[in-house]
């Protein structure tokens, strides 16, 4: 996938260094503008915007092959691949802002993807290679995930959904996010916040369409995006088993092509050895 393109900020700073001088000039004579706090606050804005310079597309896949060296088989690859683009647009917004219940929808959707790999060594150290990828903390994510699905664990479809009326560490997360969510200015909605909450409700056995809709009113969160992001997660999910099966099929028969392979060399090798044998006690007598 291409590189995101570098967007540049000269030209409203431009504009707005343009705008002061106009204010200055004589035929604007016996008006009143308030031209040095009006173009202060463009310029501040526009050295903030000119600082901000997240990395490119390429740059955190190629993050993510540096830490991974290993081949990845090209079902996981695949996904995995998407996941980490999708994921490198959320995490460079602007008002993206960490928090748990993303971190548990991310780590649910891995854990899915993930089962069965071959190797439970190679699985972690891809998970780790792949957050640190996005320049986060790949521990903190497995914490807070097991913090919120330990929670999740003990509540009620009742005592889930009055988050703001009790005290706690998760429950001030959620306060939080609620807050966040409230004023949409550090708060930025995903799937992987999505799939967070759906965990947090099969976790506490409170997965009722009416339980997702009073959780997503006390987060302030729309429920109608939170509902169209499932679904793009359970249909996700059916085609990854459909896969992972047609991969368990193709292994289970190219492991019984190199058997009988291995069975016909073998049958060579015993026929070979035998004539060897043959003609060497003929020689001798």
């Not at 000039?25 to 804005?45: D, I, N, T, Y």
């Not at 526009?46 to 190629?62: D, F, Q």
């Not at 497995?142 to 003990?154: G, I, N, Q, V």
């Not at 999505?194 to 997702?212: K, S, Y």
Request: glycine fraction near 4%.
């Amino acid at each position: 996938m291409a590189s995101i393109p570098s967007v540049s900020f000269a030209s409203p700073c431009r504009q707005a260094a343009e705008r002061r001088l106009t204010f200055a000039g004589p035929a604007l004579r016996g008006f009143r503008f308030e031209a040095p706090k009006f173009s202060s606050r463009m310029v501040v804005r526009c050295v903030a915007a000119a600082s901000y310079a997240p990395p490119t597309v390429s740059e955190t896949k190629l993050n993510f092959l540096k830490s991974y060296k290993r081949p990845i088989p090209s079902i996981y690859n695949t996904v995995l691949q998407e996941l980490l683009v999708q994921q490198h647009l959320m995490r460079y917004k602007r008002t993206y802002q960490y928090d748990a219940v993303f971190a548990l929808g991310f780590v649910t959707v891995y854990e899915q993807l993930m089962e069965g790999y071959p190797n439970s060594e190679d699985r972690d150290a891809i998970f780790q290679a792949y957050i640190q990828a996005l320049k986060e903390d790949p521990e903190q994510y497995r914490s807070d995930a097991k913090k919120l699905e330990e929670w999740a664990r003990a509540q009620t479809a009742n005592s889930l959904i009055e988050f703001s009326t009790r005290e706690g560490e998760v429950e001030t997360i959620l306060k939080d996010i609620s807050e966040r969510a409230l004023s949409k200015g550090n708060f930025s909605y995903s799937r992987f916040f999505a799939i967070g909450l759906f965990r947090l409700l099969e976790l506490a056995n409170a997965t009722e369409p009416t339980v997702l809709e009073k959780l997503c009113a006390a987060l302030n969160i729309n429920k109608r995006s939170v509902d169209r992001d499932l679904d793009v997660y359970r249909n996700l999910l059916s085609k990854l088993v459909q896969a992972k099966e047609l991969l368990k099929e193709y292994v289970d028969r190219e492991k019984k092509k190199r058997e009988e392979r291995s069975g016909t060399q073998k049958a060579n090798e015993a026929i070979t050895k035998c004539t060897g044998d043959f003609r060497s006690v003929t020689f001798k007598l």
